[in-house]
């Protein structure tokens, strides 16, 4: 598991081409300089890993794109100390910039290859989670609710009401919402039964999987 001083220069221009793009918070950009993304792809594709696209991974996943990341994590507004639901762990990538932005992360992965995969990869990298589960990313972690911040990375049709109903008042959720497309989505709760939606750009995510029994928002 190495990284290299080519490695780190792939991040700097990668950070500037973040930048660019309009990720301004610097713990977040400090976080994905930090984190070496090629450790988190099968080798053979090592070159893709400093380009700002996603890029398909074990189990018909994909490891998010660093501007979507980025972006969503921007969105959250991360403090250290901010419990933090991630729905659709993935590769872990955006679990270990989480952890390293100071959130106590506690994630939820439904492919159990990955989750497998990525459970023994995190503590290997040194971005261990608060929590991780195998499970319906659709019902959250009611045990562990309240949560400051909910960030959910893969498409939802719709937006969850256990999700909404396990944020805390005050808290910030980011969720791509719809089918084949979908629109970012910036939940706020202003009090127990006020919420406040945003939409805010155009993008595409793998698909979240459906209870069919859950009704929408």
Request: a positive charge.
């Amino acid at each position: 598991m190495k990284d290299t001083f080519k490695h780190q220069g792939l991040r700097n221009r990668l950070i500037a081409v973040l930048e660019s793009k309009g990720v301004t918070d610097h713990a977040v950009l400090s976080a994905i300089k930090q984190i070496p993304r090629h450790l988190y792809m099968d080798a053979s594709f090592e070159e893709y890993a400093y380009k700002d696209v996603a890029f398909p991974i074990v189990a018909n996943q994909t490891i998010s794109q660093p501007y979507t990341v980025g972006f969503q994590s921007q969105l959250l507004e991360i403090k250290p100390g901010d419990k933090v639901l991630e729905i659709g762990t993935g590769s872990g990538y955006q679990t270990s910039v989480l952890v390293s932005l100071g959130a106590h992360v506690y994630t939820i992965e439904r492919q159990q290859e990955l989750f497998k995969k990525t459970e023994r990869l995190l503590p290997l990298m040194g971005y261990k989670p608060k929590y991780m589960s195998f499970g319906d990313g659709y019902k959250g972690l009611p045990q562990f609710a309240p949560f400051d911040k909910i960030i959910v990375t893969c498409g939802a049709p719709f937006i969850p009401k256990p999700l909404l109903a396990q944020l805390k008042v005050g808290g910030r959720m980011v969720i791509p919402v719809g089918n084949t497309e979908q629109m970012m989505t910036l939940i706020t709760r202003k009090s127990p039964k006020e919420f406040d939606k945003q939409v805010i750009e155009a993008c595409a995510f793998v698909p979240m999987l459906t209870d069919k029994k859950l009704k929408d928002w």
